[in-house]
């Protein structure tokens, strides 16, 4: 399904006058605005292709009406992402979840709906049907070699997945770990992961990066194998140069300070890639920026800080993509209002006056760099992202006009109301 463009155009024109009040407020206190906005323009988030399907808790799943039931359904709704936000123009999937029937024809579609293909991303979490060998005390820190191997050559196949759609990155993360003390020998776990983790990487191509996911507990609960950010630049850093530490926002113990981490891994060439949700207890898979906006914010503040110090190109250099999958709202109104934010956090972090900033650092004026960040912070960028959005040929309030034009709706008539996504 595609939306017309008369749509979109029809859209735009009832809110112009009123968008264009509130970018003139905006480009008064911010001139010029033109370099924020070809950021903005090209800045992609990449859609995992778990997060179409509503998600579930151990507790159950209850799903939503019209979910993909295929790959190219999958496809179709990020293209419609991408046609309301002009943000969403790539789709990371999940191998075995996703594996195409058809490469050549799910390239064409991809295409069709100005798509690419992100990162893939292993699994090596779960059994599955004919596997020879269980990961249930582990894949790549498992006492047996033989399913270390296994672990191995699945990752094999997803990178040469990888390739065949035009992808050049691998996400591996690994639910190895243990729940009991005692039941591991942590330094033989991290000999067998990286030897495993040598051996994939040993097979990745030259341009291609791999990240390495880390998560403090869940699915185990006394250690992870790479558990946090410093096991996983340990492991990066021996892989060697195309691998590189992987952030979810989800998989810190509570009250960590992700901006500074990023800030760090960025200063040693490190950082990979991001997983954007939003969370209150653990891995909570909420939409990005629902409960804490101010964090996302600091975050970008690193990130801009952080790659501009490296000369990184802010669209292209690092792997942006959301992760997240929750049981309760639309998915694809979710994963608008996850790209809104993120938008609206990198907008509120291109706009911070860096020079004031480090004069104030240098001067140790707290008070004066508090006022600078949350003075940002507080200003209404959103007509920013709207004017970007806008320019790209996109909608002016995405979410209102996917739902005035009832695509939901549509997508049930098409798909029915009982279809399940293949995920989580
Ligand atoms: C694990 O919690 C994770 O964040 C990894 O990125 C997985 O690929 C994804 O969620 C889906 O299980
Ligand atoms: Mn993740």
């Known amino acids: 399904m595609r939306i017309e463009k008369y749509h979109i155009d029809e859209h735009n024109h009832q809110l112009l006058l009123q968008h264009q009040r509130r970018l003139n407020c905006l480009s008064q206190e911010y001139a010029p605005i033109e370099g924020v906005l070809q950021k903005l323009l090209d800045f992609q988030?990449?859609?995992?292709?778990?997060?179409?399907?509503?998600?579930?808790?151990?507790?159950?799943?209850?799903?939503?009406?019209?979910?993909?039931?295929?790959?190219?359904?999958?496809?179709?709704?990020?293209?419609?992402?991408?046609?309301l936000n002009r943000s969403s123009g790539a789709i990371?999937?999940?191998?075995?979840?996703?594996?195409p029937t058809n490469v050549a024809q799910i390239k064409a579609l991809a295409d069709e709906h100005g798509l690419i293909f992100d990162a893939v991303n292993s699994n090596t979490f779960q059994d599955q049907k004919g596997q020879n060998y269980s990961y249930k005390w582990g894949?790549?820190?498992?006492v047996d070699k033989r399913v270390r191997q296994q672990a191995v050559e699945h990752n094999l196949e997803v990178i040469e997945w990888g390739k065949a759609l035009g992808s050049d990155s691998l996400t591996v993360w690994l639910a190895d770990g243990s729940s009991f003390p005692?039941?591991?020998?942590?330094?033989?776990?991290?000999?067998?992961?990286?030897?495993?983790l040598q051996q994939v990487y040993a097979a990745l191509p030259d341009h291609w990066k791999m990240y390495v996911e880390y998560k403090a507990y869940e699915p185990n609960f006394y250690s992870t194998t790479v558990g946090d950010w410093g096991q996983s630049l340990l492991y990066a850093t021996k892989l060697g140069p195309k691998a590189y530490t992987l952030v979810d926002l989800g998989h810190h113990l509570p009250n960590a300070n992700i901006e500074q981490i990023v800030s760090l891994l960025l200063m040693e060439g490190k950082l990979g890639g991001f997983h954007f949700n939003d969370s209150k207890y653990g891995d909570d898979d909420l939409t990005t920026g629902c409960l804490k906006p101010y964090q996302l914010f600091l975050i970008f503040n690193e990130l801009v800080e952080g790659?501009?110090?490296r000369g990184m190109n802010h669209a292209r250099d690092l792997g942006w993509m959301i992760d997240a999958s929750h049981n309760l709202k639309d998915p694809l109104?979710?994963?608008?209002?996850?790209?809104e934010a993120i938008m609206i956090a990198y907008a509120q972090a291109l706009l911070v006056d860096r020079k004031a900033l480090e004069e104030a650092q240098q001067n140790n004026d707290v008070?004066?760099?508090q006022e600078l960040l949350q003075g940002v912070f507080r200003t209404d960028v959103r007509p920013l992202v709207a004017e970007a959005r806008l320019r790209a040929g996109g909608a002016l309030q995405p979410l209102q006009l996917y739902r005035s034009l009832g695509l939901r709706e549509q997508l049930v008539g098409q798909r029915g109301s009982k279809t399940v996504a293949s995920g989580l």
């Open 45 to 83: 988030v990449a859609i995992p292709s778990w997060a179409l399907g509503t998600g579930g808790t151990r507790f159950g799943r209850f799903s939503g009406k019209g979910e993909p039931r295929s790959l190219e359904e999958k496809i179709e709704d990020v293209g419609l992402l991408h046609q």
């Open 92 to 99: 990371s999937l999940h191998i075995p979840w996703d594996i």
């Open 139 to 142: 894949s790549m820190q498992h």
């Open 182 to 196: 005692g039941q591991l020998n942590f330094r033989r776990a991290f000999e067998n992961t990286l030897e495993s």
């Open 307 to 309: 790659m501009d110090a």
């Open 333 to 339: 109104e979710d994963l608008l209002q996850s790209v």
């Open 367 to 369: 008070a004066a760099a």
